[in-house]
């Protein structure tokens, strides 16, 4: 996908932040929308359908955790990469983003640089899932367009970051990853998140696809084995 193609969503109370982000956006070749709160951003999103949503955490009639909410109960933004953009970088605050669908977090104040290599990194996921449709290992089957999973005939609905993950380790059946490459692929290099992360997500698909498929390496990392 070209980058002059690709659209992002500025949500954001602050408008010298949203001029901030516009600018340097715009200056990259990116088309830009921009919302000032909440509710705005849901009405915008549907119009325009962007592959990048940048949410304030804290913003007048709709905070940012509960934008995410709503967008992620919405068919068309079930996939949509969204980030949020907030001050405040309390883990708890960290943990409800991600809980309601969030694919990363930048804490501003923000460098225009990077800014931009934060919002490259996040676009290049967009890339990862172009190409093959689906992934087949063993009686699993990864249908990457629908963002479902499908075992025993039986479809599996996963969170973003659960799929993600899974997909991660069933691109390569057999291919040790290291936790440290699972955080950067998943999460992205520069997500603060805890220790327990990766664990808590790979616990959750244990659950749901059997105790099986994914294998611990210990001290190393996780692998997938068909």
């Known amino acids: 996908m070209e980058q002059n193609d ?28 921009t919302a000032q ?8 999103a549907k119009k325009v359908n962007p592959h990048l949503i940048i949410l304030d955490l804290m913003m007048p ?3 940012g955790i509960e934008t995410c909410r709503q ?19 309390e883990d708890y605050s960290q ?3 991600f809980e309601v669908g969030a694919d990363d977090y930048i804490t501003k104040p923000i460098k225009p640089r990077v800014f931009i290599s934060r919002i490259r990194a996040l676009l290049r996921r967009l890339e990862t899932n172009e190409g093959v449709a689906k992934i087949v290992a063993g009686d ?8 479902v999973v499908v075992k025993d005939k039986k479809e ?16 390569k059946p057999g291919r040790v990853f290291k936790r440290e490459e699972i955080l950067s692929r998943v999460w992205g290099n520069e997500t603060i998140v805890g220790d ?17 498929c994914i294998k611990t390496i210990k001290g190393i990392g996780y692998k997938f084995d068909a």
Do not use: C
């Open 6 to 33: 690709l659209k992002i969503l500025l949500v954001d109370d602050e408008s010298d932040v949203l001029d901030f982000m516009k600018y340097n956006l715009e200056k990259e070749g990116f088309w830009v929308y």
């Open 37 to 44: 709160n909440g509710l705005e951003g849901i009405q915008l």
């Open 61 to 63: 009639k709709m905070d």
């Open 71 to 89: 967008l992620r109960a919405l068919p068309d933004f079930k996939n949509t990469l969204i980030t949020f953009l907030t001050a405040r970088d």
């Open 95 to 97: 943990i409800a983003g």
């Open 140 to 147: 699993i089957e990864i249908d990457r367009e629908r963002y």
């Open 156 to 171: 599996i609905s996963l969170p973003r970051k659960e799929f993600e993950l899974l997909n991660l380790l069933a691109s």
């Open 196 to 212: 327990r992360t990766i664990d808590v997500h790979i616990r959750k698909l244990r659950e749901k696809i059997g105790d099986d």
